[in-house]
């Protein structure tokens, strides 16, 4: 396993990250979870991403409870604030409130002292950046928090959270979690090119689409009973018959690199030097393995060019 610096930190983290987004705590059997989480540390994986949204709090508790087996200095443990965890007003958002009591009670939940990573989930336009900054900062300062980050927020987002960051002297935001894989690229024109200048770096997520580009669908109207594009409807509307056209040809090209596609992709998404690192979900400790193997593949310009000839 490769690691790279997590945006302008000093902080290392595995080129490929364990998320728990509509896996653990979920669907996916409790001890497949477990199992998946160990084989990822086993593998070298120290990187573990949550959230408080994810089942409602049982993500975290599962995620937390299993690493508690390794020492707290070896991993890096990320969770989230903003979505809905209850029917109050206050229950959801950036608010100061909703920040502090959200990070106190994921902190119960993991049943740690501390979070490395805590991203702001989306971005809040109801709440004042300087409001929710102050709050993460205060967390910061308690110890309870090291490091700031977004999920899905804008250039311009981000660039008002420096501005007022830097103004008030408070902590800076260091990564950003966007999605990002061969179908979805907006981040290229402009959050990547904002980001490298200014010291935040990318955690992508959904970089094999949802399973997309694993070659797992072959075809758009006959989906796999078990997989998540039968059972939920906004993954089915990406599986386009156009789309698995596209991954039988990129399959074509990884074979000849001795790579499974989902590999290729991977290694595809690494090659952007502002990318961390890229957050993969497992239902199995099996999955873990295979995507673990992207981890310092490097593919040349012409391998390259051609990936783009066919993604175009």
Excluded at 50 to 76: D, I, M
Excluded at 154 to 160: H, L, N, V
Excluded at 177 to 203: C, D, L, T
Aim: aromatic share 8%; net charge negative.
């Amino acid at each position: 396993m490769k690691y790279r610096k997590l945006g302008g930190t000093g902080l290392k983290v595995s080129e490929i990250s364990l998320g728990s987004w509509l896996t653990y705590g979920g669907y996916v059997e409790r001890e497949n979870a477990i199992n998946a989480i160990k084989t990822a540390y086993e593998l070298g994986i120290n990187f573990f991403d949550t959230a408080n949204v994810y089942e409602r709090g049982a993500a975290e508790e599962l995620v937390g409870a299993t690493l508690k087996a390794y020492p707290r200095s070896s991993y890096v443990l990320a969770t989230k604030v903003y979505g809905q965890m209850g029917d109050g007003p206050n229950d959801r958002g950036l608010s100061r409130k909703h920040v502090v009591e959200q990070a106190n009670a994921s902190l119960q939940r993991l049943g740690h002292d501390y979070i490395d990573l805590y991203y702001c989930h989306r971005h809040d336009p109801e709440t004042p950046i300087e409001e929710t900054l102050r709050a993460i900062d205060d967390l910061v300062r308690q110890g309870k928090v090291l490091y700031v980050g977004v999920s899905e927020w804008q250039a311009s987002q981000m660039a008002e959270a420096l501005g007022v960051a830097d103004r008030y002297l408070l902590d800076r935001i260091v990564v950003n979690q966007p999605i990002y894989n061969m179908f979805e690229r907006y981040i290229e024109k402009e959050v990547i090119p904002f980001s490298a200048r200014n010291g935040i770096g990318q955690v992508v997520f959904s970089p094999l689409a949802q399973g997309l580009l694993t070659g797992k669908y072959t075809s758009a109207s006959a989906l796999p009973e078990d997989s998540r594009a039968a059972k939920l409807e906004w993954v089915r509307k990406g599986i386009t018959e156009e789309r698995i056209a596209k991954v039988k040809q990129l399959e074509a090209v990884a074979a000849e690199l001795d790579l499974s596609v989902g590999n290729l992709a991977l290694a595809w998404i690494l090659r952007q030097p502002n990318v961390a690192s890229a957050l993969v979900g497992a239902s199995r400790p099996d999955q873990v393995t295979e995507n673990a193997k992207a981890s310092g593949v490097e593919l040349d310009a012409d391998v390259l060019s051609r990936i783009e000839e066919i993604l175009q």
